[in-house]
């Protein structure tokens, strides 16, 4: 069941307790329809008493996955919405693309996966360093010598020892973590350096404080949102829609 923009927003400003989902404020009626539904059909029930939509489950978790993938979707493919999904071929030539890359320029792939844009960026002739969290990928990228450095950490918790010309990733998208991650990596870019980063196209339409700030922060810098074709990430075993944003420094 696909959704429209428009109920994306209104489930993206729902406040939840558990498992209970208020709407944000009284909403014109063709749109509370369509949104019920939608409500309705992920596993909600109106309770009069409650005054909010009641699931069986936690109803932030189920926002979550509706949100990202624009579609109702099982609680049990959360698991396989927020796990490693590597950038596809076509997404890593996007982002390099986008970012650039000349031969010399220090770059940081900071949720580095498998390599999908460290690699394609080392091909460009830049010095690639990476950050990546899972043991077995981290294990892959060690060692291999297209790679300057490779650290085993959470890059949210990483001070900015050192600066880069380019930055390209791929972070999580959990709870709007890729917002936090881009935010973070922006302190590690040089002046007149750019980041290039696959989003969650959550960025394009929640209207929360922190995704206004950070379009805002877009537009103030010149950077832009190019949305991916739907199912771009398909080959990776995910449905999220996603975007590619570029913010210069």
Not at 4 to 16: A, E, F, P, Y
Not at 153 to 165: G, I, K, S, V
Not at 220 to 243: Q, Y
Request: a negative charge; aromatic letters at 6%; one cysteine or more.
């Amino acid at each position: 069941m696909r959704i429209d923009t428009q109920v994306l927003n209104v489930l993206s400003n729902c406040t939840t307790d558990g498992r209970f989902l208020k709407l944000p404020g009284q909403l014109e009626r063709s749109l509370y329809t369509k949104t019920n539904k939608v409500l309705e059909a992920a596993g909600g029930t109106w309770n009069r008493k409650a005054a909010a939509h009641v699931f069986d489950q936690d109803a932030a978790d189920a926002m979550d996955i509706i949100i990202l993938t624009g579609e109702v979707a099982s609680l049990k493919s959360k698991a396989q919405i927020f796990n490693y999904f590597p950038s596809t071929p076509p997404i890593a030539k996007s982002v390099i693309v986008k970012a650039r890359i000349e031969a010399g320029m220090e770059v940081l792939e900071p949720s580095a996966g498998r390599g999908a844009l460290a690699f394609p960026a080392a091909d460009c002739g830049a010095i690639v360093d990476c950050v990546e969290l899972m043991d077995t990928n981290y294990a892959l990228l060690q060692g291999d010598a297209r790679l300057r450095d490779v650290r085993q950490a959470d890059f949210l918790n990483m001070a900015p020892e050192q600066r880069y010309d380019r930055i390209v990733m791929n972070p999580p998208f959990e709870k709007q973590a890729d917002i936090h991650h881009v935010l973070h990596a922006l302190e590690f870019l040089k002046p007149g350096g750019s980041l290039v980063s696959v989003m969650a196209a959550g960025v394009t339409f929640r209207d929360n404080r922190l995704t206004q700030d950070f379009r805002d922060l877009i537009r103030s810098r010149g950077g832009d949102i190019e949305a991916n074709p739907e199912g771009a990430f398909k080959a990776s075993g995910t449905m999220v829609n996603t975007v590619i944003v570029t913010i210069p420094n």
